[in-house]
């Protein structure tokens, strides 16, 4: 127990040392993207003081470089760290779970056939998330300001803009999003194939492995 220990604290602090240039790297993406940022804003946001812009630029890149994190990063990668952070013995979160007293921990995620297919959904959706927010909020960016103007002064709360008119103009754009995960969802084959190889029982069998195997 006490070598798995320091096994654990030792890949924690080579971790920490080898983050750090992803860090810098993603600070130096922030501020790369801080120029782009300040122009995202509706018309009345280039009114604004120098100061809320620059903050606001900064939020907004902030947010879009932590968004993107996640698809940046190549299948096989991700699936690797999932694996370790997954892992039975020594993974980070069964260990944080212990050290929290939390009741489920450890868990054997992806050795139990019920919890397998449940990671293996929450990898695949952390993985491809970014990708539906981004396509999203491409679409409320396009969207025309005259029929929000229109319900504000007609009346209607947030909530009725949202059901009523923000729904409905985004219709094209959430189709496209679902035929696109419908197609991906049929091609996963990195993440199952690391995590779970179709295992255990066959309770992560995808079409692609299935192909693999026996072709």
């Known amino acids: 127990q006490i ?9 924690l602090s080579a971790g920490v040392t080898r983050i750090r240039p992803v860090l810098m ?8 993207m801080l ?7 509706e018309g009345g946001e280039q009114n604004a003081p120098l100061g809320r812009a620059v903050v606001g630029g900064l939020l907004m890149a902030t947010f879009t470089t932590l968004l993107v994190v996640p698809i940046m990063v190549a299948p096989t990668v991700s699936a690797l760290q999932w694996r370790w952070i997954l892992d039975p013995d020594n993974g980070i979160l069964n260990y944080v779970g212990m050290r929290l007293g939390m009741p489920w921990a450890p868990q054997l995620w992806l050795i139990q056939p019920q919890a397998a297919f449940w990671t293996l959904v929450l990898v695949d ?14 679409g409320l960016q396009s969207l025309p300001a005259d029929p929000y103007e229109a319900a ?20 094209p754009v959430i189709l496209s999003v679902l035929l696109l995960r419908f197609m991906d ?23 692609s492995l299935y192909t693999y195997r026996v072709g």
């Open 35 to 41: 120029p782009m940022s300040l122009g995202m804003g």
């Open 152 to 171: 504000r002064v007609d009346g209607a709360s947030a909530w009725q803009i949202f059901v009523r008119l923000t729904l409905p103009l985004l219709r």
């Open 125 to 138: 959706v952390w993985q491809t998330t970014p990708f539906v927010l981004l396509f999203l909020l491409a």
């Open 185 to 207: 969802a049929f091609r996963i084959f990195d993440i199952a194939y690391v995590l779970t190889r179709g295992g255990p029982a066959y309770a992560t069998d995808m079409v």
């Open 3 to 11: 070598a798995g220990k320091q096994a654990r604290e030792a890949a």
């Open 25 to 32: 790297t993603a600070l130096a993406m922030i501020i790369g």
